[in-house]
């Protein structure tokens, strides 16, 4: 008898050794870059050749010892990419060929990988403050359909879905989260060019302030007026009618009884500042988070990774 639990032990030791293997020699063996171009964008959100490019510049940022999380470099970075794109774990836990992990194992990838992406590359997300930016920035909104002068950037807020914070939590309470709409949310402050790149992000807020509220204390407001108060007063903003008209920031003529001029100006107003609204739908749809507090970092890791897209 205790011969044969001997063997019976045995044999299963054998066995888990092999699925081990066979685990390992999958994540090694298994090659995402062999789909197609528009499958491998579905799943990553980027091209095969930007992401390759993205491992060759993060990996030497990131852990060199495998065995503290005993995945590749490489995977990591796949392994984030993917579950920003999806939002969420449940399609990136065990069921694909090329990510066979646990949770756990997924949730420390993305934290890696996205302080990494923080920490050394968040000037990929840079304001113009010299005047080249400035006029830069200047010239492509003048490209743009009824294009406006001196405009360098276009502001707005979007809110991010989390899920609700516990109730009772002192710090993140999760009355503080729910937003105007009814659902639980991060009230994000951005600012593009006119090509969609962002130049500024604020995810510090929750969803319950308002969009102006950010605005009153944005170190980006504070730069601009310091900027016109140093003789800079042909640089602007352009955002909609829920920000105050300031020096800085052009907002739309409210009343019913315009000039036509007026229209004409509220007209160009509104297909220039389309470019925000725009830029909040290509990001919602390209990168996906739900996870407070941890969110905010992830949002300006899904920024950084626009830009690197753009």
């Not at 840079?126 to 405009?151: C, D, V, Y």
């Not at 503080?176 to 060019?193: D, E, P």
């Not at 920000?243 to 007209?267: F, V």
Request: net charge positive; with cysteine; aromatic share 10%.
């Amino acid at each position: 008898m205790a011969d044969f639990i001997l063997i019976v032990n045995a044999i299963n030791n054998e066995e888990r050794v092999r699925m081990n293997f066979n685990r390992r020699e999958l994540r090694d063996a298994s090659d995402p870059f062999s789909l197609t171009e528009e499958t491998f964008k579905g799943i990553y959100r980027l091209s095969r050749q930007l992401t390759q490019d993205l491992m060759l510049n993060l990996s030497p940022f990131l852990r060199d010892n495998e065995r503290v999380l005993g995945i590749p470099k490489h995977l990591r970075i796949l392994t984030t990419l993917h579950f920003l794109a999806q939002g969420s774990y449940q399609k990136a836990v065990g069921q694909d060929f090329f990510c066979p992990m646990s949770q756990k194992s997924v949730s420390r990838c993305v934290e890696e990988v996205v302080s990494a992406l923080l920490e050394h590359f968040s000037h990929l997300v840079h304001f113009p403050s010299t005047i080249a930016e400035k006029t830069e920035e200047k010239q492509l909104f003048m490209t743009m359909p009824h294009g406006f002068p001196g405009i360098i950037g276009a502001i707005d807020c979007t809110h991010i879905s989390i899920i609700s914070p516990p109730v009772e939590d002192p710090q993140y309470p999760a009355i503080a989260f729910l937003n105007r709409k009814g659902y639980y949310s991060i009230n994000v402050q951005i600012i593009c060019n006119a090509h969609l790149k962002i130049l500024a992000i604020n995810a510090r807020y929750p969803g319950s302030v308002h969009d102006s509220g950010i605005w009153t204390t944005s170190d980006i407001k504070q730069v601009l007026r310091n900027a016109y108060q140093n003789g800079d007063t042909s640089s602007w903003l352009i955002g909609d009618a829920g920000y105050p008209l300031e020096p800085w920031l052009m907002t739309p003529i409210s009343g019913q009884n315009l000039t036509e001029a007026e229209r004409r100006y509220n007209s160009a107003h509104k297909t220039v500042r389309n470019v925000i609204e725009r830029l909040n739908g290509v990001l919602k749809t390209r990168f996906r988070c739900y996870n407070p507090p941890k969110c905010a970092k992830v949002i300006y890791a899904c920024a950084i990774l626009h830009n690197v897209h753009t």
